[in-house]
């Protein structure tokens, strides 16, 4: 099958974006190697023409000069991103008798290719050095490096993060030193809160050191007394770890500003009309979050406003009663129209994206179905594949959701190479299935074969061969349906990825028998064992088990409202600060939108199970083992 390789630009914004910084130095950042950095026209001139010079010289040294001076050139080539002429030259450098360091240094370069073309096994099949070979001072720090990515973008963060601790004592500027552990935070901070605690049982190391006192930022983000008690233990478990003076006093410092909320709040909501129980859901999961708050000293007051009469009714009311942060509307049209108030004199944090361009004081919140497909679709290009098909309902949802889904496929080079559209009222999806997967062809070759040579032909219906992934974008009634429909049309081990629409946010073995193999991305609330012991989850259920059912994800967007009103600030003026929610780990971006980085689920005998990283480094459903034994 055609590999379509991403683009360098691709794979440079691609990875940016999902660990959240870069940095400047050789060793450390994912795309920021020498030749990875952007070279100007007239530098690029000169590396090329240095490479051609190695290469002259080359010709008229021996070995292991030859090799040395190609591996040189080489090196400027990659420098020059001129990818395609240093892998050919790399093919044809035999290393077979010189210094295994000479050896070392080609795979070196053969995985840094690799991971420019987002080829994370090739990558680290290159970057294994025998256990028994000497591995030359020099070289370190690049192993760890490249490794390091490679283990990235195989979306092994444990391990990523590994490489990291190992490349820390080879770095000797501090500022490049700071930069590693700020890696390290961000890719551990891609681990499930069960891959976290499972540190705490082990011997004490560095890494383990780094995933507790992750954990402990997770469970006490808003609980500063109690995170204090728990670093207390902690740096007594470590006493000389990094962490100590880095992470700790800005830790405590997010934790007491965000624990500390003094003014009055507004809450707008929809309480009465047709979106009433929507309202109702994020209400009730605010309060929650307000009265469990009150432990902690946030003790602000909340008024709450209906929005029925309209958002700039009910914004100029709050307002009116001294209101000093605003959270809501919930519906795109409301806040459309408290951002045409113009000047807002306190801070509003809508409960939707309806803004490309928002005013100052306007800070956008929700539940986006489009970061959910720019998500699935960033982790499938990430996970190698790169020829899609896609399965979406008729409508105005699918049509938006579709073209978010191509646009950001195609953009880091991704093909769609077919999409098919269903009714989502019918039960009988064959069609639309048979056309996605081209097993009409194949039965249209069987009975042309069958009417030449007159008589019965074995057969056996075969899919199209072309396409590495399929999308569904499908509600749970369709998915139930859709996911057997593909299996009985020879679907066969094409992955299936959605988003969370597909799931509806509480386990149902029975129902959900047939869903086995979807992988899809969800928030921490609905997902994960730690949910069922979460005190905010439990109370919730008690007090409203119909609606929880029904709206889960709904009562978890008004807990994070709340937690988020303080930690506003904290996220406007610390770039890159991630605070840990229900509905995600959320950040703000340069528009003001708080965006959600999603967990990803499989579902394993009807049941969603969080994705934890297999030893190959292929996702495997948490528990799956277990239960196959």
């Known amino acids: 099958m055609k590999r379509h390789h991403l683009t360098r630009l691709g794979i440079l914004t691609l990875t940016a974006l999902l660990i959240g910084c870069s940095t400047t130095s050789r060793y450390l950042g994912y795309g920021d ?27 008229r040294s021996p070995t292991p000069l030859r090799q040395e001076y190609q591996l040189n050139a080489a090196e400027l080539l990659l420098r020059a991103n001129n990818h395609d002429d240093a892998k050919t030259l790399l093919s044809i450098i035999d290393t077979s008798s010189v210094d295994y360091s000479l050896q070392l240094r080609k795979s070196l370069l053969q995985g840094e290719i690799a991971i420019f073309e987002m080829d994370a096994r090739s990558a680290l099949r290159w970057l294994q050095p025998p256990e028994d070979y000497p591995i030359a001072d020099e070289l370190r720090p690049q192993l760890h490096s490249l490794r390091g990515q490679a ?10 993060a590994a490489e990291r601790v190992a490349l820390e004592p080879l770095l000797l500027d501090p500022l490049d030193v700071n930069d590693n552990h700020q890696i390290i935070w961000l890719t551990l901070s891609l681990l499930s809160d069960e891959a976290l605690s499972a540190a705490a049982d082990e011997l ?63 809450l707008l909501l929809p309480l009465s009309g047709k979106h009433a129980a929507a309202g109702h859901a994020i209400r009730d999961g605010f309060l929650a979050a307000h009265y469990a708050g009150k432990d902690e000293g946030r003790n602000g007051e909340v008024r709450i406003y209906d929005t029925i009469g309209g958002a700039e009714q009910a914004y100029n009311a709050a307002l009116r009663d001294g209101a000093q942060l605003v959270i809501g509307p919930l519906r795109k049209q409301a806040v459309t129209d408290i951002a045409s108030i113009g000047s807002l004199q306190v801070p509003v944090l809508a409960l939707n994206h309806a803004l490309s361009d928002t005013p100052r004081n306007l800070y956008q919140f929700g539940l986006s179905p489009e970061d959910e497909i720019v998500q699935i679709a960033d982790q499938a290009l990430m996970d190698g594949y790169s020829s899609a098909i896609a399965l979406v309902p008729n409508g105005a949802w699918g049509d938006r959701l579709l073209q978010t889904l191509q646009n950001r496929w195609e953009q880091f080079g991704g093909e769609m190479l077919e999409v098919q559209r269903y009714t989502s009222s019918g039960s009988d999806f064959s069609a639309p299935i048979r056309a996605l997967l081209d097993t009409d062809a194949s039965q249209s070759r069987k009975r042309a074969l069958t009417r030449i040579i007159g008589g019965k032909v074995k057969f056996e219906p075969r899919r199209r061969q072309d396409a590495d992934i399929i999308f569904m974008l499908a509600f749970p009634r369709q998915a139930r349906l859709i996911r057997p429909q593909l299996k009985f049309h020879y679907l066969g081990k094409i992955p299936i990825y959605a988003t969370s629409h597909v799931y509806t946010g509480h386990p149902d073995k029975a129902k959900d028998r047939d869903m086995d193999g979807i992988l899809f991305c969800d928030m921490p609330w609905t997902l994960g064992k730690s949910q069922q012991h979460n005190p905010l989850r439990q109370q919730l259920q008690t007090l409203w088990p119909k609606q929880m059912k029904r709206s889960a994800r709904l009562y978890a967007l008004g807990i994070d409202a709340y937690n988020l009103a303080p930690a506003l600030n904290v996220l406007a003026n610390r770039p890159g600060t991630r605070v840990e929610g229900e509905s995600g780990t959320l950040y703000l971006d340069e528009q003001h939108n708080i965006r959600r980085i999603l967990r990803w689920a499989s579902f394993v005998r009807g049941e969603p199970r969080p994705l934890v990283q297999a030893a190959a480094g292929v996702k495997t459903p948490s528990g799956a083992q277990a239960d196959e034994q």
């Open 151 to 160: 283990f990235y973008l195989s979306s092994r963060w444990q391990q990523s």
């Open 204 to 266: 004490p190391s560095m890494l383990n050191g780094w995933m507790e006192l992750l954990a402990i930022s997770r469970a006490y983000r808003f609980q500063a007394s109690q995170m204090e008690s728990a670093l207390a233990n902690w740096q007594a478990r470590y006493p000389t770890h990094p962490g100590m003076q880095q992470r700790i006093p800005d830790m405590l410092a997010q934790a007491r500003e965000v624990s500390r909320l003094d003014g009055p709040l507004a």
């Open 33 to 59: 190697s020498p030749s990875r950095t952007p070279v100007q026209v007239e530098d690029r001139s000169k590396t090329l023409d240095g490479a051609q010079q190695w290469l002259v010289l080359s010709a």
